[in-house]
């Protein structure tokens, strides 16, 4: 195949033990220009954008909330939100189960309270969330006719696990959960995935090439679809079994800079 477009998962892929772009990552990056690498990721734009900067790509597209939004410096490309009666409905859940439900409509990321979970995720992040209650969260996208691009939930395993039965008992036409963790439940439009956002970004900004032109990094099971089409996928070595076992190749765990180790062996002569 001839690799067109690169695309790298962040989280567990891309970024060493410390959620960090290492010397390495970022040198073999850079050395891959003018070859595109596109950050693809169920984390919001913020959370990206910083790490455009240092790898010099931020006049490249990226996707964020698992699919749901493709931004291309700033400009909405494509965008699939959660319709609010469910963001009502998993976030009443929530509520009665104890557990600390984030908000995210493109740029804002609403909690109810800065808690433990609100500071650990913005602490990986590097982004600070707004605080104010879910209510008037919901009440002010109703006004604004807009929905949830991501929904992120996050507390005791016991009690993630039933919000995972819950949803995709009341809500799986609707809504999809990934377990990125025990304690984390990240849900999204069921209609979108890391695959049907490429889609939408080879349509709109690369009508030439084909999913058999896109070389893709992943680590997760929000990653599978995505590494099964492209026309080489590539799962890091600390991968989940199901994501190694739908991988063409593997390559060195995310703390030994597998993706940086690959495209350099592979791709730079």
């Known amino acids: ?24 990552s970022i040198s073999v990056i850079k050395e ?6 596109i950050l693809i990721s169920s984390r919001m734009p913020q959370a990206m954008e910083h790490l455009q900067q240092e790898l010099d790509i931020s006049h490249l597209p990226l996707i964020a909330y698992n699919g749901g939004l493709v931004l291309e410096q700033g400009t909405v490309l494509d965008s699939t ?10 976030a009443a859940f929530c509520g009665k189960n104890q557990i600390h439900t984030s908000l995210y409509h493109k740029y804002q ?15 990986n992040t590097k ?35 039933q919000l995972a039965s819950y949803i995709q008992k009341k809500h799986r036409d609707h809504v999809v959960g990934y377990r990125s963790k025990p304690t984390y439940l990240e849900i999204s439009p069921a209609s979108i995935s890391k695959k049907t956002a490429l889609e939408a970004l080879l349509k709109f900004q690369y009508p030439g090439l084909s999913l058999q ?40 765990r995310n703390t030994d800079d597998g993706v940086a180790v690959f495209l350099e062996r592979e791709l730079i002569l």
């Open 109 to 123: 990321w609403y909690v109810a309270e800065m808690d433990y979970w609100a500071k650990r995720e913005s602490n």
């Open 32 to 37: 891959m220009a003018p070859t595109p690498l």
């Open 127 to 161: 982004v600070t969330p707004e605080v104010q209650p879910v209510e008037q969260t919901i009440a002010q996208w109703r006004d604004a006719g807009s929905g949830a691009h991501k929904i992120m939930c996050m507390g005791d395993p016991f009690q993630i696990d």
């Open 213 to 252: 032109n896109v070389m893709a990094f992943g680590d997760n099971f929000n990653d599978i679809d995505m590494l099964d089409a492209v026309g080489l996928g590539v799962a890091v070595k600390n991968a989940n079994s199901k994501v190694l076992a739908v991988a063409d190749r593997v390559t060195e």
């Open 81 to 90: 939100e959660i319709q609010l009666n469910f963001v009502e409905d998993i």
């Open 1 to 24: 195949m001839q690799v067109k477009l690169i695309c790298s998962d962040i989280d567990g892929t891309l970024l060493n033990k410390e959620r960090e772009l290492s010397e390495k």
